[in-house]
């Protein structure tokens, strides 16, 4: 495990090297992600949410404090670290399913590995399709494409406009976590468009309503079956949530590949 850690330490490495950057903001950002990477695997395990963009903002803003980097290489570091972290919450969720499920480590050790590297042919194929079929001017917050993540990489690598208001909302985002408050849904509910936390809202309102329903329904039934109603319920939900995200982006990225194909074509 030890010779496996320093290995992927000496290829992180020679990337950050490729990518331009010097050894001190090279050595910040490999030692960084290995500390972001086990609080994202903590966080997973904790909560069922990766928040990588996060862990990729705190490592850039280390490297721009400590180093003189430029917004392109910042723009990489966020990246590296961001998949880095979104990688390793996902084999930790993974390898708990496995684990439940009494599945091989080892085979699911290959899996990964050969999911990371397919992953990432295929998601560049996929952005390079969409770019082709809707342009540069689809993504952003007025576009097609949101990307809120995004955004507040290009905010933060740009430097912050208001210093200030970063703070007060520091404050209160700290304030109200303390109190048990959901700080990062209020604040994704403020920065995203309107139309998106009018959509979600809209979401909870009806799962809301099936709950009530089912909860009625289930008030007349046995204990015993109450109970496994309310899983069967439970996973009523979940499936059909599922359903709506990947119908949306399977759709979406059906008609990318149309409108190339018919680009092609003409």
Known sequence: AGLAALAVAAVALLACFALG???????????????????????????????MEIFGLIVLLAVAALSDVAQVQLFFVAGVVAVACGLAGDIMNDFKAGHVLGTDPRAQWIGQAVGGVLGAVVAVAVMAVLLAAYGPDAFGLQGTFVAAQASVVATMVAGIPSVPAFLVGLAVGFALYLLGAPAMMLGLGIYLPFYMSLTAFLGAMAKMAYDAVCARRRAKLPPDEAAARLKAQDETGLVVASGLLGGESVVGVVIALAAVAAGLGA
């Open 21 to 51: 950057l010097g050894a001190v903001p090279s050595v910040i950002v490999v030692l960084l992600a290995f500390v972001t990477c086990a609080m994202s695997a903590q966080s997973v395990g904790q909560t069922g949410i990766d928040p």
